[in-house]
């Protein structure tokens, strides 16, 4: 069937666009870095129908295809695209080619991929890297050398300050020990369950009352006893051993003459009493308030140094030589005081042991 002419004014301007306005723009092509690699964007306007772009190589015998884009000018005809990445220089020339579809011709261009288009790191800048990289292996060997080093100062430090501390313990025992003397315990102040030998030195608890003369000297509510004599000047020094079985609970200082006998009794400097304290919550300095001490280790054997005039009572750890507490009140020296003592069950007190 032929065409007629009613068709021939809308066919001449199509005819006419295939036969040579379809054919595009020349291609450009843009370089670009893209981190270590080369970006080749080839790109051409102008064409209609769409038209074919590949990338080839210098002789022409493989094909990249690339990442293609196209899409519609305003007039219609079409823009198109290809971006391939290269990694690199291997590849030589490549030629970005563009083909119509219709009547075949082709257009093109070349581009040379040389060494230059790819960043290179020179020699210089890999020497300063493994340099730098080295510096800070070196810098935090040394850092953790100087680390170790000055962890192991801090602590030869602190063992010369504890043996420091060691020797002025034992200096400041040593000056108490001057004073040492024996003592006695008195059986006619003795509360009437107590039981002490016959040289004196040993108290501990019997279980059960025994025949005892009562006397006003006698305590006859508390498990206490008093030394045989008192002090009423001067310095003194006297130790005694602690033997716990089943029972933590007792204490040790000195009272005043005149402290009550008779009845309960609390023990504190406003009652005339001045001890330490050791039950299962620990030990404590039975002032007021009360204050908890707290030993390198418990003590068996506790050392006593009394200045009279000056109104101080301390007490030492006789093994370590360590200052429990120390009491210092001037009202001590208001009257004569004695050792004194507070028994508890199960616990036995022995009077100038030997070390």
């Not at 000018?73 to 220089?89: A, P, T």
């Not at 890999?126 to 192991?152: D, R």
């Given at each position: 069937m032929g065409l007629s002419p009613l068709h021939l004014p809308f066919l001449l301007p199509v005819l006419t666009l295939l036969e040579g306005s379809g054919i595009g723009s020349p291609p450009l092509v843009k370089v670009s870095l893209q981190g270590s690699s080369v970006l080749l964007s080839c790109s051409s306007s102008d064409w209609f129908p769409e038209p074919?772009?590949?990338?080839?190589?210098?002789?022409?015998?493989?094909?990249?295809?690339?990442?293609?884009?196209?899409?519609?000018?305003?007039?219609?005809?079409?823009?198109?695209?290809?971006?391939?990445?290269?990694?690199?220089?291997?590849?030589?020339?490549?030629?970005?080619?563009?083909?119509?579809?219709?009547?075949?011709?082709?257009?093109?261009?070349?581009?040379?991929?040389?060494?230059?288009?790819?960043?290179?790191?020179?020699?210089?800048?890999?020497?300063?890297?493994?340099?730098?990289?080295?510096?800070?292996?070196?810098?935090?060997?040394?850092?953790?050398?100087?680390?170790?080093?000055?962890?192991?100062?801090?602590?030869?430090?602190?063992?010369?300050?504890?043996?420091?501390?060691?020797?002025?313990?034992?200096?400041?025992?040593?000056?108490?020990?001057?004073?040492?003397?024996?003592?006695?315990?008195?059986p006619l102040t003795a509360y009437r369950n107590l039981i002490i030998s016959p040289d004196y030195c040993v108290i501990t608890t019997a279980g059960h009352e025994q025949n005892a003369t009562p006397n006003e000297k006698r305590f006859d509510t508390e498990p206490c006893v008093l030394a045989q004599y008192s002090y009423n000047s001067g310095k003194h020094y006297w130790e005694t051993e602690i033997q716990e079985r089943g029972s933590q609970f007792w204490s040790l200082g000195i009272a005043k003459e005149s402290i009550r006998r008779s009845g309960g009794q609390r023990e504190s400097p406003e009652a005339g009493i001045w001890v330490i304290r050791a039950s299962t919550d620990g030990f404590f300095g039975l002032s007021s308030p009360p204050n908890k001490i707290l030993p390198s280790q418990r003590p068996n054997i506790v050392g006593i140094l009394l200045n009279y005039e000056d109104g101080s009572l301390s007490f030492y750890n006789a093994n370590t030589y360590e200052l429990l507490f120390q009491f210092v009140d001037i009202s001590i020296a208001e009257e004569p005081v004695f050792p004194f003592y507070y028994i508890g069950d199960g616990i036995t007190f022995v009077l100038n042991p030997l070390k």
């Open positions: 074919k772009m590949n990338w080839k190589s210098e002789d022409g015998t493989l094909n990249y295809t690339g990442v293609m884009e196209s899409h519609t000018q305003s007039d219609g005809l079409v823009s198109i695209s290809s971006n391939i990445i290269i990694e690199d220089s291997s590849k030589g020339s490549l030629y970005c080619d563009i083909k119509h579809p219709v009547n075949g011709k082709e257009t093109g261009v070349y581009v040379i991929v040389s060494e230059s288009l790819f960043p290179v790191i020179s020699t210089w800048t890999i020497l300063l890297s493994l340099l730098l990289v080295l510096s800070l292996v070196v810098i935090t060997v040394i850092a953790w050398k100087f680390h170790l080093y000055c962890k192991e100062k801090e602590r030869q430090l602190n063992a010369k300050e504890t043996i420091l501390n060691l020797q002025k313990q034992e200096i400041e025992w040593r000056k108490a020990a001057v004073h040492k003397e024996s003592i006695l315990f008195d």
